[in-house]
C-alpha cells in the first residue's frame, strides 16, 4: 500500500505539470501572418469601418509617397551632378595637357637658334658683331 500511494504521488505530479504546460501552450499569444494578403482581408472583413480608417489615413500616406518621390528626384540630380563634375575635370585635364604642348613648343620654337633658321629660309642673316651705338651732337 505504501508503494501504491508513492507511485500515485508521482502521477498526480506528472499529471498537474502536463495541465500546467497545456495552461501556458494555450495563454501564450499565436503568431499572426503578417503580409498584403492579411492586410486587405482585415480592410474588407472591416467593411465601413476599414474604408473610413484607410481614408482617414490617406493623406499621411500621401505626404510619405510625395517625401519618397522628393527623396529619388535629389538622389537622381546629385547623380547627374556628380557626372557632370567628373566629366568636367576631365575636359580641364584635357586642356591643360593641351596647353602645357602648346606652350613648351612656342618655348621651343622661340629660341634663338630656332628662330635663325626660319629667318634664314627668307634670306636674313642672324648679325656675327654685336650692335653698336651712333651718337650725335646736338
Do not use: C
Not at 473610413?52 to 519618397?68: D, G, H, I, Q, S
Amino acid at each position: 500500500m505504501i508503494e501504491n500511494n508513492g507511485i500515485d504521488k508521482v502521477a498526480k505530479k506528472e499529471n498537474i505539470e502536463q495541465a500546467q504546460e497545456q495552461e501556458v501552450a494555450e495563454a501564450a499569444p499565436k503568431k499572426r501572418s503578417i503580409g498584403l494578403g492579411n492586410l486587405l482581408g482585415k480592410l474588407d472583413s472591416a467593411g465601413e469601418s476599414g474604408m473610413k480608417r484607410l481614408l482617414f489615413n490617406m493623406p499621411f500616406v500621401l505626404f510619405l509617397v510625395f517625401l519618397a518621390v522628393l527623396h529619388i528626384a535629389n538622389n537622381h540630380m546629385a547623380e547627374n551632378y556628380a557626372r557632370r563634375i567628373t566629366r568636367t575635370e576631365k575636359e580641364v585635364k584635357q586642356l591643360r595637357w593641351r596647353y602645357m604642348t602648346t606652350a613648351s613648343g612656342m618655348m621651343q620654337k622661340s629660341k634663338q637658334s630656332e628662330v635663325a633658321k626660319v629667318v634664314d629660309a627668307q634670306g636674313l642673316k642672324e648679325l656675327r658683331i654685336p650692335p653698336y651705338k651712333i651718337e650725335t651732337n646736338d
